[in-house]
């Protein structure tokens, strides 16, 4: 089965530009979607098909893929950005989920 | 406005059946492409999907736990029904729905709030 890995934890401080990879074999010829995940709440789709956002995300918030590895990057990143973030793809017909980063606003 | 809820028991014992329904609202099974899915999420750990059905019940399972569940849907209650068999405490895990928006769009678009099932004797 397909997996992707995700660093365990990344630190920034507020106003730097945060970067959490995703990586997967050839990922880069898959769409990869990335949610975030406040405690106590339910993920939210933040960006989808590598670099696209949903209506009323940042545009703080951005993707992009290639090769083996898959990149949220958040700029100028605010406290309330401070979250889990999980990558996905789908691939043989099934969702695949990463396991997660823990972005920490110092 | 695209609402999802799940809903069931929070506490079942080891070896019981897990059923969960998830009613949703503002967008119909009956359109082509679309898809409800369940996923799950033990206490502190990832995320980890489990079922999708579209619109055509036409169904997909997670590989390790297709055996364990089965997901129905009735599109004229606007529910979609996991059941998940012989269930044990490695199972404790908030359970989410969400909607699949089309075919070809492969994530996840809205979520419902999750439902904690605890699995204790």
């Given at each position: 089965s397909y997996v992707l890995t995700q660093p365990p934890s990344v630190s920034?401080?507020?106003?730097?530009?945060a970067r959490i990879t995703c990586g997967g074999n050839n990922i880069g010829s898959k769409s990869v979607h990335w949610y975030q995940q406040k405690p106590g709440q339910a993920p939210v789709l933040v960006v989808y098909d590598d670099s696209d956002r949903p209506s009323g995300i940042p545009e703080r918030f951005s993707g992009s893929n290639s090769g083996n590895t898959a990149t949220l990057t958040i700029s100028r990143v605010e406290a309330g950005d401070e979250a889990d973030y999980y990558c996905q793809v789908w691939d043989s017909s099934s969702v695949v989920?990463?396991?997660?980063t823990k972005l920490t606003v110092l | 406005q695209i609402t999802l809820k799940e809903s069931g028991p929070t506490l079942v014992k080891p070896t019981q059946t897990l059923t969960l329904t998830c009613t949703f609202s503002g967008f119909s099974l009956s359109t082509s492409g679309v898809g409800?899915?369940?996923i799950r999420q033990p206490p502190?750990?990832?995320?980890?999907w489990l079922a999708l059905i579209y619109w055509n019940d036409d169904k997909r399972y997670s590989p390790s736990l297709k055996s364990r569940l089965t997901i129905t849907k009735d599109t004229?209650?606007?529910q979609v029904v996991l059941t998940m068999t012989n269930m044990d405490p490695v199972d404790t895990a908030t359970y989410y729905c969400a909607l699949w928006p089309q075919d070809g769009y492969n994530y996840f678009d809205y979520w419902?709030?999750?439902?904690?099932?605890t699995v204790s004797s």
């Amino acid at each position: 089965s397909y997996v992707l890995t995700q660093p365990p934890s990344v630190s920034v401080a507020p106003g730097q530009t945060a970067r959490i990879t995703c990586g997967g074999n050839n990922i880069g010829s898959k769409s990869v979607h990335w949610y975030q995940q406040k405690p106590g709440q339910a993920p939210v789709l933040v960006v989808y098909d590598d670099s696209d956002r949903p209506s009323g995300i940042p545009e703080r918030f951005s993707g992009s893929n290639s090769g083996n590895t898959a990149t949220l990057t958040i700029s100028r990143v605010e406290a309330g950005d401070e979250a889990d973030y999980y990558c996905q793809v789908w691939d043989s017909s099934s969702v695949v989920f990463g396991g997660g980063t823990k972005l920490t606003v110092l | 406005q695209i609402t999802l809820k799940e809903s069931g028991p929070t506490l079942v014992k080891p070896t019981q059946t897990l059923t969960l329904t998830c009613t949703f609202s503002g967008f119909s099974l009956s359109t082509s492409g679309v898809g409800v899915g369940w996923i799950r999420q033990p206490p502190g750990k990832a995320l980890e999907w489990l079922a999708l059905i579209y619109w055509n019940d036409d169904k997909r399972y997670s590989p390790s736990l297709k055996s364990r569940l089965t997901i129905t849907k009735d599109t004229s209650k606007n529910q979609v029904v996991l059941t998940m068999t012989n269930m044990d405490p490695v199972d404790t895990a908030t359970y989410y729905c969400a909607l699949w928006p089309q075919d070809g769009y492969n994530y996840f678009d809205y979520w419902g709030q999750g439902t904690l099932v605890t699995v204790s004797s």
